[in-house]
C-alpha cells in the first residue's frame, strides 16, 4: 500500500520539477541543496515502492531504503526554518 505522504512528497516533487525545470538553468530543482535530499527521499521512496510490488520485502538492503523515511522530518523542518 502506498504512503500518503510518500504520494504528496512526490506530487511536490513533480510540481517543482514542471515550474521550475529539473537540472538546466539558473534555479532549477537540482540547484538547491534541500531538493536534492527531497530528490533522494522522493526516488527511494519509488524504488521501495518496486520493491513492494516485487514482493521483495525480505532482502535486507531494502530495509536501507526504508530507513531512508526517517529522513523525511529533517525535509519538513528545513521548509519552516526561520519562520519563527
Known sequence: MLDII???F????LIKIIVHGFFI???TYLKDNWNILD???VFFGI????FDAM???DISFVRGFRALRAL???RM???HEGKY
Do not use: A, H, M, T
Open 55 to 57: 514482493n521483495l520485502q
Open 77 to 79: 523542518v528545513s521548509k
Open 10 to 13: 512526490v506530487l511536490e516533487f
Open 47 to 50: 524504488v521501495n515502492w518496486v
Open 39 to 41: 530528490f533522494v527521499i
Open 25 to 27: 538553468g539558473p534555479k
Open 6 to 8: 510518500s504520494i504528496v
Open 72 to 74: 523525511r522530518p529533517l
